[in-house]
């Protein structure tokens, strides 16, 4: 693992207000990737967290039981002012984080656009913690794209935001080389860490202006979107090889699945063998007492699946339960799925 500023590029914004004591801060995040994050923050003595923003608490699930964000539980857990504004461009919201005085804001995966009345309001910007290797996998889901895109490193970088999107000059960036093998919640465990390691290592030069930072390279950048539950139906029209990085990059959300004559099948692990003779993409096929998904190149081995709605099972015991599948093809996705 490597981490570091940029080189050749400017230094960081002008001293803040510091020597009085620890720098006032405000973190905006929402999801598991950002409460190590806030835990380094909350307990670093160079910042004093005035308040957490966070995403609101939403009905969830069948039982459509309240659901807090995972940073919201964190925050309240260590005793952090608490704010959860439904809209985070509102005056409402503006003015209520004006009014705590913030001098450094810190963001980790939140899910909102900041306007530019909260980015310009700390005098010593905004920093972000983005898990992927900017300006590559900019967007909302560099962990998956990572992985289904079959990256050889991963790892994070801390800009200075702007009002793009992960668009801000790089301060300073970790990253490792990847085994193949990795799932997302790993991934991204990995990530959630080295971010926050990373952000407490570069935070007294971001403070004292010595920091170096250095614009994105534009040419190289790429674009996530958030998930949506059609992008984990697999294409046996891509090879087994990248289906197989989908299954791994698409766990949990939005969950890798084909349509059969039995209904949706969710696939949690898989593995590629060598396409069969006779193989046709799409159709499903026994494989050393496993099912497999025929595709244009190579087999992709259902190693546990389930199907929708009941428990998952190890490949064998899955095809002992479902021989009559073998033989039959996968169903085409209705035409508005791609819309």
């Known amino acids: 693992m490597t981490a570091g500023p940029g080189a050749g590029g400017q230094p960081g914004p002008a001293p803040g207000p510091t020597a009085d004591g620890p720098v006032r801060t405000i973190f905006f995040g929402s999801g598991t990737f950002a409460v190590p994050t806030l835990d380094a923050l909350a307990s670093d003595p160079r910042v004093q967290l005035v308040a957490v923003v966070t995403g609101p608490d939403r009905p969830a699930g069948r039982g459509q039981a309240v659901s807090r964000t995972p940073v919201a539980e964190r925050a309240d857990a260590i005793g952090v002012p608490l704010l959860q504004p439904p809209r ?3 005056p409402e919201a503006i003015t209520d984080i004006q009014r705590r005085r913030p001098e450094l804001a810190i963001l980790a995966d939140y899910g909102q656009i900041v306007p530019r009345d909260i980015l310009e309001l700390p ?48 301060v300073a960036v970790t990253e490792w080389a990847l085994t193949g093998d990795e799932r997302a919640p790993e991934l991204e465990r990995r990530a959630a860490r080295a971010g926050a390691e990373l952000l407490i290592k570069v935070l007294d030069s971001w403070l004292d202006q010595s920091a170096v930072i250095e614009p994105q390279e534009v040419a190289r950048a790429s674009v996530t979107r958030p998930l949506r539950r059609e992008d984990g139906r697999l294409d046996p029209g891509r090879s087994a090889e990248e289906l197989e990085r989908r299954v791994r990059a698409y766990d949990p959300w939005p969950g890798a699945f084909v349509e059969t004559n039995d209904g949706r099948v ?8 060598e396409s069969g003779p006779s193989d046709a993409p799409g159709q499903l096929v026994e494989h050393e007492r496993r099912l497999a998904l025929a595709t244009h190149h190579g087999r992709l081995v259902l190693e546990r699946a389930q199907r929708e709605g009941r428990e998952a099972t190890a490949g064998e015991d899955f095809l002992r339960g479902h021989r009559r599948l073998v033989g039959s093809r996968i169903k085409a996705p209705p035409p508005e799925a791609g819309r």
Do not use: C, F, K
């Not at 889901?141 to 801000?168: K, Y």
């Not at 969710?266 to 063998?273: C, K, L």
């Open 88 to 90: 985070l461009r509102t």
């Open 123 to 170: 005098a010593l910007g905004m920093l972000n913690i983005h898990p992927s290797l900017l300006p590559r996998h900019r967007g909302a889901s560099p962990i998956q794209a990572t992985i289904a895109d079959g990256d050889a490193r991963s790892g994070v970088t801390i800009i200075e935001m702007d009002e793009g999107i992960d668009t801000g000059p790089i």
């Open 266 to 273: 969710i696939v949690h692990e898989a593995s590629v063998a």
